[in-house]
């Protein structure tokens, strides 16, 4: 998230830096975060050198008042300035000494870290030695990932028009601050990153990073972040991790083996809150018309638009900030009302690590740390290109998509280093075609090449529904929120109850890496080249997954799919058989269950609810907006609201 001077202010310095509690006007900062319970705030970066502080030193108010709040200062402004008036300097050239170029309303930037739930559960239910080398691992991969922002993401832009783009050879300087708890008061180790957005460029002046690079690339920082912290903990600890579906279509999370569900869904109560609500507005978004009785979105509820109503469901149900207490009196709380109302036997609770070790064994002996490139290589291509409608994608995509691989193919084991940008090449140079048309200096840079799978994509075929007489805009946005009793909405039919959705894209881009999976084994086995990606691809599109197609079989009954668009079963169970657990994706009977009940029931509930709206003639479907291709992924300012699955 932005951070700029007056924002940091009105909340950081009052709310933020005492652990999201509230903090007591004209107290002292260092006296506030004691009665909060919560550390110091502390220096990170190798930038620090150049403002003469230290990694791992108090940040006081002081020096943060300076660099966020006064348009990024020096920290010790105060001090440099009266050490030039005591020289003789004007008061003028004085204030020069303590500036960092010039002032700036955008100062920095908030990235939130926390692991998975079963990490922090670990924390918060174990005992005082596994609660100290978890945060010595989460600190540990904060580190990592900042380091991997100064090296390879940050670029401080100068010149005319921005025309010079340089990493900033210093290094960049941020402050991070602990957090215990949610807002709900349950157990959520995190920290807050301030990323200050100034850096220095070669020669010595001082410069702002640039912005949009940050935000391209939170989504592979994250990953990078979720996969050294699971391996530190894990190495540490003699445990391993495991695939949990959060949310049935979504991508897994890996989590600590061995740890009980029950306890994710005790510290979950804002899912569940959430979850409800985003249902009452996906009802009302499906059923809203206009003032002619038309439909004012479309008829099924779209993965963008779900998106968008996730957000809107998380500030609505968004409790007030609790009062903070002390990490030692909310351990002995939270473990007292996990006995009690989690329903997990106190046995268990007081045996997490025994259990997540044993559990960590049977894996540990099925599981072996073989990471297959080629296969990587193709498993990440396939996901990026189906998770990205347009088909088009860049380095950065890759990146995150194959350190999600390789967190779930080695299980909570350490990875070589640069074995993620090994299968992000590997990917390049054998499934994907390079079709930027740069027009800016920023579009010549590797990192901003655009790709897609090799073999250009056919066309969608033809649906069978036809749009309304004024075709609802995709992009409209999603509906307030709900209680707007003057809104006019469509009668539902009886005993339709279920809200229409589009499958979601990894659902279809899961099928898609497996089906490319077996075609690259058995090119293996009979000596043959595997250069047909798209092809494959194409399969797991929607405009071939949702709807019927009467032409190619006419015979087809009402409600099903044709023999060419269905998703065949069988041969993904049979593929089950012959998977080891080395691959990266493992198909258990649940989401077999889970894909087949997507692909068969999506059909019959898109084309009911599509034929009450088939009411025109020949209407042709709207065009599909095609943006620049510098501007295709344009990045999206990051939601103070959202949680893991936005990326941290």
Not at 99 to 111: E, S
Not at 165 to 178: M, N
Not at 467 to 479: E, N, V
Not at 627 to 640: G, I, S
Request: charged share 30%; hydrophobic share 40%; net charge positive.
């Amino acid at each position: 998230m932005i951070v700029n001077a007056g924002q940091m202010q009105r909340y950081y310095t009052r709310e933020t830096v005492v652990g999201d509690g509230r903090r007591p006007g004209r107290t002292p900062l260092k006296k506030a975060q004691e009665q909060a319970g919560v550390p110091a705030g502390r220096w990170m970066g190798r930038g620090l050198g150049a403002l003469g502080l230290v990694a791992g030193e108090e940040v006081t108010e002081e020096q943060l008042r300076n660099l966020f709040g006064e348009g990024g200062r020096h920290p010790d402004a105060e001090r440099l300035v009266a050490d030039r008036l005591a020289a003789g300097d004007s008061p003028k050239v004085a204030r020069r000494a303590g500036a960092l170029g010039r002032r700036v309303k955008v100062v920095g930037f908030d990235f939130v870290f926390r692991p998975q739930p079963t990490i922090y559960l670990l924390w918060a239910l174990g005992d005082e030695e596994t609660r100290l080398v978890i945060e010595a691992a989460h600190e540990r991969a904060i580190a990592r990932v900042l380091a991997w922002i100064e090296d390879h993401v940050a670029v401080i832009r100068f010149g005319t028009d921005g025309i010079y783009q340089v990493r900033p050879p210093g290094g960049l300087v941020a402050a991070r601050f602990r957090h215990h708890e949610s807002r709900a008061g349950m157990p959520l180790l995190h920290d807050h990153l301030l990323l200050s957005i100034k850096g220095q460029r070669p020669g010595g002046k001082w410069g702002s990073v640039h912005s949009e690079v940050l935000f391209e690339n939170t989504v592979a920082a994250s990953a990078l972040y979720n996969e050294i912290v699971a391996a530190e903990v894990c190495e540490n600890l003699g445990l391993a991790t495991e695939p949990r579906t959060v949310s049935a279509g979504r991508r897994p999370v890996m989590e600590i083996a061995g740890i009980p569900h029950e306890l994710i869904a005790w510290t979950a109560r804002r899912g569940a809150q959430i979850e409800a609500c985003r249902e009452d507005l996906e009802r009302e978004y499906v059923t809203a018309v206009d003032d002619n009785g038309e439909p004012k979105f479309l008829p099924v509820v779209s993965e963008r638009a779900r998106i968008k109503l996730d957000q809107i469901a998380a500030r609505k149900t968004r409790p007030p900030k609790r009062k903070t207490q002390p990490l030692t009196q909310l351990r002995v709380w939270w473990k007292t009302n996990a006995i009690l109302n989690s329903g997990v036997k106190a046995s268990i609770i007081d045996s997490l690590l025994e259990r997540a070790r044993a559990a960590a064994m049977a894996i540990r002996a099925r599981v072996a740390q073989i990471v297959d490139v080629a296969l990587a290589a193709l498993d990440v291509t396939a996901i990026v290109f189906v998770m990205n409608g347009d088909g088009r994608f860049h380095r950065r995509h890759l990146l995150a998509e194959a350190r999600r691989h390789l967190a779930l193919v080695l299980r909570g084991r350490r990875r070589d280093p640069g074995l993620d940008e090994q299968v992000v090449d590997a990917a390049l140079a054998a499934h994907c075609v390079d079709i930027s048309e740069p027009k800016t200096v920023r579009g010549l840079m590797s990192d901003y090449r655009l790709y897609t799978a090799r073999q250009a994509l056919a066309d969608p075929p033809p649906t069978r529904w036809r749009q309304p007489t004024t075709a609802p805009d995709p992009d409209q946005p999603p509906p307030a929120g709900p209680g707007a009793p003057d809104t006019p909405r469509l009668p539902l039919e009886e005993g339709e109850w279920d809200i229409p959705r589009i499958p979601l894209r990894y659902d279809r881009a899961v099928i898609a890496s497996t089906m490319l999976a077996a075609q690259l084994r058995t090119a293996r086995r009979t000596g043959r080249a595997l250069y047909d990606v798209t092809a494959h691809q194409q399969a797991a599109m929607p405009e071939q997954l949702l709807v019927p197609l009467p032409d190619t079989d006419p015979d087809a009954g009402p409600g099903r799919l044709d023999d060419k668009s269905a998703l065949d079963l069988t041969a993904v169970r049979a593929l089950k058989e012959s998977r080891t657990d080395v691959e990266a994706l493992e198909f258990t009977d649940e989401q077999l269950r889970h894909l087949q009940d997507v692909f068969t029931t999506a059909a019959d509930r898109a084309r009911r609810t599509m034929d009450r709206y088939a009411h025109s003639e020949n209407i042709p479907a709207p065009s599909q907006r095609r943006e620049d291709d510098q501007r295709a992924h344009h990045p999206r300012q990051p939601d103070p609201h959202r949680g893991r699955e936005s990326g941290c």
